[in-house]
C-alpha cells in the first residue's frame, strides 16, 4: 500500500511511464517482508527495451521488471535505492522519503 504521495503525483508518473519515459515515483510503504525498509521507489516505462537496459546500468536484471498492468517497473529498496535516487539527482524524493 503506497502513503504520502497525492494523486497529481501518481498522474504524472503514471503519464510518463506511459510515454516511454523512465518515471520514478517513490512513497511511504510497509511490508512485513522487508521490516527495515519503509519506502519503495517504482521506477516505471512502458518502453521495456529502455527499462531494462537503464536498469542493466545499476546491475538490474530484467526478469527482475514487475510486468504489472500497464507499468512495467522494478521495485528499488534499501541501499540500491538510495544509491540510484542519489546517482539519478532525485534528491527531493531521497529527502522526502528516505
Known amino acids: 500500500m503506497a502513503f504520502g504521495i497525492n494523486r497529481r503525483e501518481l498522474n504524472d508518473w503514471k503519464q510518463k511511464?506511459?510515454?516511454?519515459?523512465?518515471?520514478?515515483?517513490?512513497?511511504?510503504?510497509?511490508?512485513?517482508?522487508?521490516?527495515e525498509c519503509h519506502s519503495v521507489t517504482k521506477v516505471?516505462?512502458?518502453?521495456?527495451?529502455?527499462?531494462a537496459e537503464w536498469g542493466a546500468q545499476y546491475g538490474l536484471k530484467s526478469e527482475w521488471?514487475?510486468?504489472?498492468?500497464?507499468?512495467?517497473?522494478?521495485?528499488?529498496?534499501g541501499d540500491k535505492q538510495v544509491q540510484i535516487l542519489k546517482e539519478e539527482g532525485k534528491h527531493s524524493q531521497l529527502q522526502r522519503f528516505c
Open 17 to 35: 511511464a506511459t510515454a516511454g519515459e523512465i518515471a520514478f515515483i517513490t512513497h511511504y510503504w510497509y511490508d512485513p517482508r522487508f521490516p
Open 44 to 51: 516505471a516505462s512502458s518502453n521495456l527495451k529502455k527499462l
Open 65 to 77: 521488471i514487475h510486468q504489472r498492468e500497464s507499468f512495467p517497473h522494478f521495485d528499488l529498496l
